[in-house]
């Protein structure tokens, strides 16, 4: 870190260049011989960074390692504020409509084309960081009108977290690999007194993650490439009755209610077998003294299963966005190269345990995943990955749908004793005041 600070004494070389006069002023005035303002050089670049507090703590651990060594190779001071998720958008809100506020916010999903008009052009740095190999679901994230908004950092991997002990207490001899295995399975298990544990709630990831994925294995879709809405369809009716089905035969029905910490807490007090998750149950059963010993060793995960129309994913992205209206651009240029240089990133990403997956394919190969094969096939995640909204794009309408839970909530509609007919219509009917005004 630089050691000149703004308000410092003036040095012998200053006064010998200066001469006597300007002594004389400044003596008067403290930084009198420039002007009133501090010079250049003197003036210490900053960068402050909003995020939110990782799951992991070691990642943020590490991540304040290298911070410290960035300060320390730049003279850039940087202050990483870490606070909850769920007040990042209302924090980002505030600093773009006041053009005053921090020079990076972690923003997450395609937040980037909610603030558009409030984060930087990042062309030049997508280039420098090989923007053409970022995954698709980070590109349709974070491009804007063919304009990048934001550098992706990471993406949640998210599947179906199971009990292998409870697996083969109930027989079940096959990890579920479609939903109609998955439905046998579960069935076993419920009927053993373990279900299957899965909210359909309004919650920032579990539900949107489970009935996105459902939707789309089924072959149903929000809308077509145009934006036209096309979820009645026969597809979506199949997923709607396939959930109905599932939900009653293999699933804790509480969970209608659940948010998105309610299944970690059940998984943990042993009375559900399968949750989807990423892998902060195994985590914290791996790592919190007050879980019973040897349970982490009892769990596993699989990817979503597969439908009719094969399997999808909804990784959630992660984005560093730079403000348009920041005086320290630069230097926030200086410090996103520096956390995804290749070296940096990779300790960093080696700390998530699987907890996330990174921007490109490169890190499939990151020798983590072999480490630790609890863990091992969300390394495949982002194969299946798509954004909410599909087949059209991910923006701002998608979000609004995303928002107010219209996907979840056709399926919650069902299991509480809706038709699927009526469901697929209550739904539709939203989507069009959305997609159509």
Not at 3 to 15: D, H, P
Not at 270 to 288: L, M, Q
Request: charged share 25%; net charge positive; proline share 5%.
């Amino acid at each position: 870190m630089s050691t000149r600070k703004q308000g410092r004494g003036i040095t012998r070389r200053e006064v010998i260049k200066a001469g006597g006069a300007g002594l004389a002023v400044a003596a008067g005035s403290g930084l009198g011989l420039f002007g009133g303002k501090a010079p250049v050089y003197a003036q210490q670049r900053t960068v402050h960074v909003v995020q939110w507090s990782h799951f992991i703590p070691q990642a943020d651990q590490e991540l304040h390692r290298q911070v410290a060594e960035f300060e320390k190779a730049t003279g850039i001071k940087v202050t990483n504020e870490h606070i909850n998720l769920n007040d990042i958008t209302p924090r980002a809100s505030a600093a773009v409509e006041s053009k005053k506020g921090a020079d990076i916010f972690q923003l997450q999903w395609n937040q980037a084309h909610l603030f558009e008009d409030g984060l930087d052009d990042h062309t030049k740095l997508w280039e420098e960081l090989n923007g053409k190999s970022f995954y698709p679901f980070f590109r349709e994230a974070l491009v804007v009108k063919k304009v990048p908004r934001g550098i992706p950092v990471m993406a949640v991997a998210w599947g179906p977290t199971y009990r292998k002990d409870y697996f083969k207490e109930a027989g079940v001899t096959k990890i579920p690999d479609t939903w109609d295995e998955l439905l046998a399975a579960g069935t076993r298990l419920k009927k053993m007194g373990k279900p299957v544990g899965q909210t359909l709630g309004h919650t920032i990831g579990d539900a949107p993650f489970f009935s996105y994925s459902l939707l789309w294995s089924f072959g149903g879709q929000e809308v077509d490439a145009k934006q036209k809405v096309m979820l009645d369809s026969k597809q979506t009716l199949r997923s709607i009755e396939f959930m109905k089905e599932f939900w009653f035969a293999a699933c804790d029905e509480g969970g209608l209610a659940w948010d998105d910490g309610s299944n970690n807490r059940a998984f943990l007090a042993e009375t559900i077998s399968i949750t989807g998750n990423a892998n902060s149950i195994w985590y914290k059963a791996r790592t919190d003294k007050s879980i019973r010993p040897g349970l982490a060793e009892q769990i596993g995960h699989f990817l979503m299963p597969k439908g009719p129309a094969g399997r999808f994913m909804m990784p959630q992205p992660y984005n560093h966005c730079i403000t348009r209206y920041s005086p320290n651009k630069e230097a926030a240029r200086e410090y996103i190269k520096w956390v995804m240089r290749k070296d940096n990133y990779g300790k960093w990403f080696d700390t998530n345990l699987g907890f996330c997956v990174g921007p490109s394919a490169e890190w499939e190969k990151h020798p983590m995943w072999e480490r630790e094969p609890a863990i091992t096939v969300f390394r495949d995640v982002p194969k299946y990955g798509r954004t909410m909204g599909h087949a059209g794009p991910h923006d701002r309408k998608s979000s609004e749908v995303q928002a107010k839970y219209i996907i979840t909530d056709m399926y919650a509609r069902a299991v509480k004793g809706e038709s699927a007919k009526d469901a697929v219509a209550w739904a539709e009917k939203e989507l069009k005041l959305v997609y159509e005004g």
